[in-house]
């Protein structure tokens, strides 16, 4: 893989998995044209991911932050005899929201690994979950503004933007679109909605790359892929950090919309492509 390659493949991760265009289908489609096997290239992917992770942490530093020590406390109070105490406070509330809203893409994940490994391979199938993201970007805006903060959402509405992300597993369907869509269709606020997809995505990201260490402990990373991954690391982070910034502005401003015009062209020609070749 060459450093051009890397910077690209960075780029269009770090942009991709915080903008509503899904990251894991413009990877496939990027492996499958540039001719790159993805079991070959399989720690240059979890790095890729991990630039992705340290975008959120630096975004929502302060709030994951108050996450990791509110989870001290948790434990503290789970040892003591005083349970989970829910309602203790705003932040044990969205740490407990988190972790219910990981549980459906986790299950999904761990039982049909290898039938998303299968579908990840079908350049049509990602074509047609284009459109499909395209299709729910559009609808979305006619949504009315939710009211729920994070002091009304509840456990249940958790869940639900849960299920959002499982179906995102699907190479095509965005899984940032899929779950603000999923908040607002709860009623978040539209900056519950962005703030909470977000920070849903660290556990499930992390999920992802620890069940891969054992593989990547396998391959390795030759070297002469070494400075291709760190550019490919550090153009994800960057381009990440931006993304979110504009996700931010996007949602607040109802425009979510536009990316359903890029996500539909893509689509209708991957799926073009696939017919005529």
């Known amino acids: 893989m060459s450093i051009f390659e890397a910077f690209i493949l960075g780029l269009v991760q770090g942009l991709a998995e915080f903008l509503p265009v899904s990251s894991s289908g413009h990877l496939a489609l990027l492996q499958h044209f540039f001719g790159i096997e993805g079991d070959r290239v399989l720690t240059f992917t979890v790095l890729l991911h991990f630039g992705t992770l340290i975008a959120v942490f630096v975004v929502y530093r302060q709030t994951i932050w108050a996450l990791i020590k509110e989870l001290g406390a948790l434990i503290k109070d789970v040892c003591t005899g005083k349970g989970l105490r829910p309602s203790a406070n705003e932040t044990r509330k969205l740490g407990l929201m988190i972790i219910i809203a990981s549980i459906p893409a986790a299950v999904v994940g761990l039982l049909f690994d290898d039938y998303v490994e299968r579908v990840f391979a079908s350049v049509a199938v990602i074509g047609v979950c284009l459109i499909v993201t395209g299709t729910i970007l559009f609808f979305a805006e006619r949504i009315g503004a939710g009211k729920r903060d994070l002091n009304h959402a509840n456990f249940r509405n958790a869940f639900a933007v849960g299920i959002f992300q499982a179906i995102a597993l699907l190479p095509g369907i965005s899984r940032s679109g899929s779950t603000i869509v999923g908040g607002l269709f709860m009623g978040f606020t539209k900056e519950l909605a962005v703030k909470f997809a977000f920070l849903i995505s660290i ?6 790359v620890v069940l891969e260490i054992p593989d990547v402990i396998k391959e390795g990373l030759a070297g ?3 400075i291709p991954a760190l550019v490919g690391t550090a153009v994800a982070a960057v381009s990440g950090y931006a993304a979110i910034k504009v ?11 536009v990316f359903s015009f890029y996500t539909w062209a893509v689509g209708v020609g991957v799926v073009f492509y696939t017919i005529i070749r």
């Open 224 to 226: 002469d892929m070494l």
């Open 203 to 208: 556990p499930s990201v992390l999920g992802a």
């Open 247 to 257: 996700m931010i502005r996007v949602v607040t401003g109802k425009k979510l919309f």
